[in-house]
């Protein structure tokens, strides 16, 4: 990890934002003291002997991406949902942290950490429903400060397993659980300020004046950020989270609902009036029949930022999320031309509009858009250097350095990753971070943890009657049966 006090980006082509979030191209050389960006001009000499110069000749240097709904302890889980609807997914993997013990915690967030930082994230909001001991938490938010990584994380009142055998959960939150959240919302920030504390909330079930303390205390506590899963649907329920959360007078600008899948044009006239906000993860909800992805919708647009939710379903990359959102919206929208034997005149999203859902727009739905987001003097380094030479962008990034990023572009591209002015990742490699104890962990380190993990945590699964599970969680969340169809 390079830890040099100036960084000099030279010769690269910087992406910067104007007020109307216009992405425009400018050849520049950007200055980095500490952990903010302190000047940009076309030609800067290094401020001292120390300094560290990136020749960035040939290279795109964009706002670090912006993740802003992940559920980062879930590495240990990867490949095991391909296939898998939501109903799948609860008992097999949500549930399934019931068998991570601290130690499996600790390498599940610093890899899912590390596999952000690989592909240009910088910052996430971390949706950690792994609150299933009184170590845990402590272990995931070590990892975190551990990765280098900019983070929310949200401590979450996770419905903890008491057994398998018929799957059954605690009916209270844990004894620890307040006592803990309020010591870790007096200690924080972690990680020199990177690591933030947050709340992910979803026990909507309790009685209206538990769920109305809960959001109280938070915020007294100085939680910026309050998120939740919205999916209306055959899972869930129809109901409208945005409609009772402002009847508990609790929607506002710290508020962040994942997926909000269905959502209402009342939902989305609500939270454009209180200044919410929403992260669309348009791989897990195209898969698991969340319900379309509302990253484009008209009345939800404006709101919308973008996550990965699940890296042990898919992709754990934001360049994805974004061709993603992209190419399905103007599918969707094509496609009434098409059954009507017409084609349209114009393509009705461009790619940079879903760069923005990925950089700006994801500072603005967790409340930073005036430290990071965008390229500016006085905002925070979290930087991204792209080959713009590579096989995949070579042409592109001349031509539309935007198109290149979102059309073309690959982790493998992704060359170089700043965060909080400190090098990530370097020559396309990550780089090793310094463990809680001082150790130096390179990723091969990292990587043998975790299938260790794996393989302890599986001989555990492969216990379990999954399809009694199944059942089980049907009857908890009083699901329909007959809304469960193979075929309509």
């Given at each position: 990890m390079a830890t040099s006090s100036s960084l000099l980006l030279k010769n690269g082509t910087l992406l910067m934002h104007k007020e109307d979030d216009h992405v425009e191209p400018i050849k520049a050389d950007l200055l980095i003291i500490g952990n903010k960006i302190t000047d940009i001009q076309p030609h800067l000499d290094a401020p001292g002997v120390d300094t560290v110069v990136l020749d960035c000749t040939g290279k795109l240097i964009s706002p670090g991406f912006i993740d802003t709904h992940h559920h980062v302890w879930q590495t240990q889980l990867k490949g095991r949902h391909a296939n898998d609807t939501?109903?799948?997914?609860?008992?097999?993997?949500?549930?399934?942290?019931?068998?991570?013990?601290?130690?499996?915690v600790f390498w599940g967030e610093l890899g899912g950490?590390?596999?952000?930082?690989?592909?240009?994230?910088?910052?996430?909001?971390?949706?950690?429903?792994?609150?299933?001991?009184?170590?845990?938490?402590?272990?995931?938010?070590?990892?975190?400060?551990?990765?280098?990584i900019r983070s929310i994380f949200g401590y979450c009142d996770t419905s903890n397993v008491t057994s398998w055998s018929p799957l059954t959960f605690a009916p209270a939150t844990p004894d620890y659980f307040d006592s803990q959240f309020a010591d870790l919302a007096n200690q924080q920030p972690f990680g020199d300020g990177r690591v933030q504390l947050g709340l992910a909330f979803d026990s909507f079930f309790l009685p209206k004046e538990i769920v109305i303390e809960r959001y109280q205390r938070a915020r007294s506590l100085g939680i910026k950020l309050v998120t939740s899963h919205y999916v209306r649907g055959a899972i869930i329920?129809?109901?409208?989270?945005?409609?009772?959360l402002k009847s508990y007078g609790l929607l506002g600008p710290d508020i962040l609902l994942s997926h909000a899948s269905n959502a209402t044009s009342e939902d989305a006239a609500l939270l454009a009036k209180a200044n919410a906000h929403v992260s669309a993860t348009p791989d897990t909800e195209l898969q698991m029949a969340h319900g379309f992805p509302v990253s484009f919708r008209d009345d939800l647009h404006a709101l919308c930022s973008l996550g990965v939710d699940c890296h042990s379903n898919n992709s754990g990359d934001i360049l994805t999320q974004m061709r993603l959102a992209l190419q399905a919206a103007r599918g969707s929208y094509n496609q009434s031309f098409v059954d009507a034997g017409k084609?349209?005149?114009?393509?009705k999203h461009t790619v940079e509009a879903a760069f923005n859902l990925g950089t700006i727009k994801g500072a603005r739905a967790v409340g930073m858009e005036g430290q990071i987001g965008s390229i500016a003097v006085g905002k925070l380094a979290d930087l991204v250097i792209i080959d713009g030479e590579s096989p995949a962008t070579i042409c592109a990034a001349e031509h539309d350095p935007v198109a290149a990023i979102v059309m073309h572009a690959s982790v493998r591209d992704i060359e170089t990753v700043i965060v909080d002015g400190k090098i990530r990742k370097r020559g396309g490699k990550l780089l090793a971070v310094q463990g809680p104890a001082g150790e130096n962990l390179q990723w091969?380190?990292?990587?043998?943890?975790l299938m260790e993990s794996r393989l302890r945590i599986e001989a555990e699964y492969r216990k379990?009657?999954?399809?009694?599970?199944?059942?089980r969680i049907m009857e908890v969340f009083q699901m329909k049966s007959e809304n469960f169809v193979d075929s309509l």
């Open positions: 939501l109903l799948d997914y609860i008992p097999k993997g949500n549930s399934t942290g019931a068998l991570y013990n601290a130690e499996d950490c590390l596999e952000a930082i690989d592909s240009g994230t910088t910052m996430l909001v971390d949706h950690a429903h792994i609150t299933h001991g009184p170590s845990h938490v402590p272990k995931a938010i070590s990892a975190t400060v551990t990765s280098g329920g129809q109901h409208s989270l945005v409609e009772l084609n349209p005149n114009f393509v091969k380190t990292v990587a043998r943890k379990i009657d999954m399809k009694s599970a199944t059942t």
